[in-house]
T-cell receptor, first 114, second 115 residues
Framework: DTGVSQDPRHKITKRGQNVTFRCDPI?????LYWYRQTLGQGPEFLTY????????KSRLLSDRFSAERPKGSFSTLEIQRTEQGDSAMYLC????????????FGSGTQLSVL | GQQLNQSPQSMFIQEGEDVSMNCTSS?????WLWYKQDPGEGPVLLIA?????ELTSNGRLTAQFGITRKDSFLNISASIPSDVGIYFC???????????????FGQGTILTVHP
């Protein structure tokens, strides 16, 4: 299967700890996106990359959040000094640059901050 | 930013019934996307619409791009238990009149199908 892969699927951490999530996009996709979803809401955009360049960051992305896509392939999202409000599903998606706007999502990483 | 409003918020139907849900926006969209999300999973793309008035089907699913470009509709015919889930509409934000793939999502319609 060559879909979007995210790891880990679940993460439980204590407040104040750092966590890192990984996303492997569909191999030929140039764009990679990170979204956050809380219970009862639709996904909210956090940031996106075109190849290795991070082109936009949402105001939702505080200074404690950092995302990288060093070689234009996989991406990591790190949250430093986690807070209980960071508990959410973190979704990664990828797409081609061809104007059809179709984003393909991974299964997500469910973060619980205790 | 752009906001999408979905209705109804939830639906409880009997297996075999048809379902209709919609999504409205205060601003125009050039593309409408419909996704389905199962518990603990990411959204799965169902249908993409690109032209005002367009009607597109995917099996028992049919979606329409409203002629005002401010709304879209999703219909499911002859519902089955595996249709259970949350249905989201989404559209790309326009930057300078050109969309660039950053999606705004509605809050979702929760569908429950009783056997």
């Amino acid at each position: 299967d060559t879909g979007v892969s995210q790891d880990p699927r679940h993460k439980i951490t204590k407040r104040g700890q750092n966590v890192t999530f990984r996303c492997d996009p569909i191999s030929e996709h140039n764009r990679l996106y990170w979204y956050r979803q809380t219970l009862g809401q639709g996904p909210e955009f956090l940031t996106y990359f075109q190849n290795e360049a991070q082109l936009e960051k949402s105001r939702l992305l505080s200074d404690r959040f950092s995302a990288e896509r060093p070689k234009g392939s996989f991406s990591t999202l790190e949250i430093q000094r986690t807070e209980q409000g960071d508990s959410a599903m973190y979704l990664c998606a990828s797409s081609l640059i061809r104007g059809d706007e179709k984003l393909f999502f991974g299964s997500g990483t469910q973060l619980s901050v205790l | 930013g752009q906001q999408l409003n979905q209705s109804p918020q939830s639906m409880f139907i009997q297996e075999g019934e048809d379902v209709s849900m919609n999504c409205t926006s205060s601003s125009i969209f050039n593309t409408w996307l419909w996704y389905k999300q199962d518990p603990g999973e990411g959204p799965v793309l169902l249908i993409a619409l690109y032209k005002a008035g367009e009607l597109t089907s995917n099996g028992r699913l049919t979606a329409q791009f409203g002629i005002t470009r401010k709304d879209s509709f999703l219909n499911i015919s002859a519902s089955i238990p595996s249709d259970v889930g949350i249905y989201f509409c989404a559209g790309p934000e326009l930057a300078g009149g050109t969309s660039y793939g950053k999606l705004t999502f509605g809050q979702g319609t929760i569908l429950t199908v009783h056997p």
